[in-house]
Nanobody, 119 residues
Framework: QVQLVESGGGLVQPGGSLRLSCAASGFTFSSAAMNWYRQVPGKERELVAKANAGAYRMYADSVKGRFTISRDNAKNTVYLQMNNLKSEDTAKYYC?????????????WGQGTQVTVSS
């Protein structure tokens, strides 16, 4: 059974930092693309950062230079380090895994963790 469990969200002041974690199980983590998305009520879920199985990393323009995605394949965990947080970063953050096997692609989601940036 695939599980993605996010943690690390919370309330932080503007300019502060948080580190989100996503612990994965039930699939071969090292070969999966791991991504972070976020969503605010009434808006579409948006891609924040992407880390494929190799060294490729991609960030949304709105978070470049402030957020860093990393993965620890030994711990089956992906992280999102968020620095210099802004009020517009307030959202529910979701971990996403994309697993490709010959002929099929599977997508999995965590339950999300709330990040609120406010003074």
């Amino acid at each position: 059974q695939v599980q993605l469990v996010e943690s690390g969200g919370g309330l932080v002041q503007p300019g502060g930092s948080l580190r989100l974690s996503c612990a994965a199980s039930g699939f071969t983590f090292s070969s999966a693309a791991m991504n972070w998305y976020r969503q605010v009520p009434g808006k579409e879920r948006e891609l924040v950062a992407k880390a494929n199985a190799g060294a490729y990393r991609m960030y949304a323009d709105s978070v470049k230079g402030r957020f860093t995605i990393s993965r620890d394949n030994a711990k089956n965990t992906v992280y999102l380090q968020m620095n210099n947080l802004k009020s517009e970063d307030t959202a529910k953050y979701y971990c996403n895994a994309v697993v490709v096997v010959p002929g099929t692609m599977y997508t999995y989601w965590g339950q999300g963790t709330q990040v609120t940036v406010s003074s």
